[in-house]
């Protein structure tokens, strides 16, 4: 079992930033964020794994970085420049085994 401790949503307006952080349990290589709007499908956002550049959606693409301590046990989501269509609820996940996530974190952007 792996656990998952989200934090750093909130609100902002257009064009500003904020970080979410995800610690988990145990090191993990493959590590990542997902985001759900209401009434869409929950979508990728971002995953990194040792050994491959970071990916990314092309929504997000040079707005947000992901990044992760050197433990690879926290994974963070640097999000500049947001957009109203970023307003979602984002899930840390990552993959040991088989896939764990977050219990999510509201990131909300107003005009």
């Known amino acids: 079992q792996v656990q998952l401790d989200e934090s750093g949503g909130g609100s902002v307006q257009a064009g500003g930033s904020l970080r979410l952080s995800c610690v988990a349990s145990?090191?993990?290589?493959?590590m990542g964020w997902y985001r759900q709007a209401p009434g869409k499908e929950r979508e990728l956002v971002a995953r990194?794994?040792?050994?491959?550049?970071?990916i990314y959606s092309d929504a997000v693409k040079g707005r947000f970085t992901i990044s992760r301590n050197k433990s690879y046990n926290t994974v963070y989501l640097q999000m500049n420049s947001l957009k109203p269509e970023d307003t979602a609820v984002y899930y840390c996940?990552?993959?040991?085994?088989?896939?764990?996530w977050g219990q999510g974190t509201q990131v909300t952007v107003s005009p």
């Open positions: 996940y990552v993959l040991y085994f088989r896939e764990f």
């Open positions: 990194i794994r040792s050994g491959e550049g970071p």
């Open positions: 145990k090191s993990i290589d493959i």
